[in-house]
């Protein structure tokens, strides 16, 4: 049996929180703890154990863009979900790509979206709401996916399928410092900041397909 994901929950609206812990419980998901402001968030990520943060946008009116910062610093490969409302650039979505998130979902969409994100940046993966890759692109200026080689193509795809390095390698008989590569070739080509943005490309193209 595979081992239950802890997840802390950070939402500043009361309702939503306990909606949200209700449907995670019931996906099979472990709430590791909740907080509803930014540094109640910060004291309980201090000191609890987690496999990935579902971290609310807009905490009280403010950002919680530092708090992003905070623990990518300490932990660079820190698994943080953004959960947000808001559908335009003053979200500050792109700016937290930027710093490394590496989960990004909009509140309104299908809970399977929520899943499969939180499982999948618990994971090492990457996982962006098609609802919201055209704000994440945005400051991408990127290039057609037709530059892409075939098997960098293969490897974004992937990625945009929510697996990680390690899980590519294995499904493309490759080794991960092939993958990393492809990974980076791939991200400069596409005129992207980072793999966040990348991703988003490949799902926004998905949804004009």
Do not use: C, W
Not at 7 to 16: H, K, S, T
Not at 97 to 115: D, M, N, Q, T
Request: proline content about 3%.
């Amino acid at each position: 049996m595979a081992a239950q994901i802890e997840v802390i929950v950070v939402e500043d609206q009361l309702m939503m929180r306990k909606a949200v812990e209700l449907l995670l419980r019931h996906e099979g998901l472990r709430i590791a703890g909740v907080a509803g402001a930014l540094g109640e968030a910060r004291s309980l990520l201090a000191r609890r154990r987690y496999d990935v943060v579902l971290l609310d946008v807009h905490l009280g009116g403010e950002s919680s863009l530092e708090l992003v910062k905070e623990l990518l610093d300490r932990d660079p490969a820190a698994a943080i979900v953004l959960y947000t409302g808001y559908t335009d650039r003053s979200a500050g979505l792109d700016a937290a790509a930027l710093a490394g998130a590496r989960g990004f979902v909009l509140k309104g969409s299908p809970v399977p979206r929520l899943i499969e994100a939180l499982r999948s940046v618990a994971a090492g993966g990457t996982y962006v709401d098609p609802d919201l890759a055209s704000l994440l692109v945005e400051s991408a200026h990127a290039s057609p996916l037709a530059l892409l080689s075939p098997r960098e193509g293969q490897v974004i795809d992937l990625l945009a399928d929510g697996l990680n390095g390690h899980a590519i390698a294995e499904r493309l008989v490759l080794s991960p410092e092939t993958i990393r590569t492809h990974v980076r070739n791939a991200t400069m080509k596409l005129g992207a900041k980072t793999r966040v943005q990348a991703v988003a490309l490949v799902v926004q193209a998905r949804g004009l397909a």
